[in-house]
């Protein structure tokens, strides 16, 4: 199971900011559908609302991750320039 996980976010690593967005909203409204199906009674496996609950969490980390490597690479840019001008 932990090898599923960690094949599956070296795969969210790979996508771009933009469509793991739009996986995150799509899973959020997977979770949306799940959650009514059981509350009618028609979910067969109610675990699938917790594993789409873990994926979401697994693109927001990756979301965060990004959000971080944008933030150390952008003075790294600054001192660049910086240095060049002096």
Partial sequence: MKREAASGVKILREK?????????AETRAEILQLRGKR????????????KKRREVARILTVLGE??????????VEE???VEKEA
């Avoid at 990004?66 to 003075?75: G, Q, S, V, Y």
């Fill in 79 to 81: 001192q660049k320039d």
């Fill in 66 to 75: 990004k959000e971080i490597l944008k933030k150390m690479a952008a003075p």
């Fill in 16 to 24: 771009e900011e933009k469509e793991l967005r739009k996986v995150l």
């Fill in 39 to 50: 509350t009618i009674g028609s979910l067969a496996n109610t675990s699938e609302i917790l």
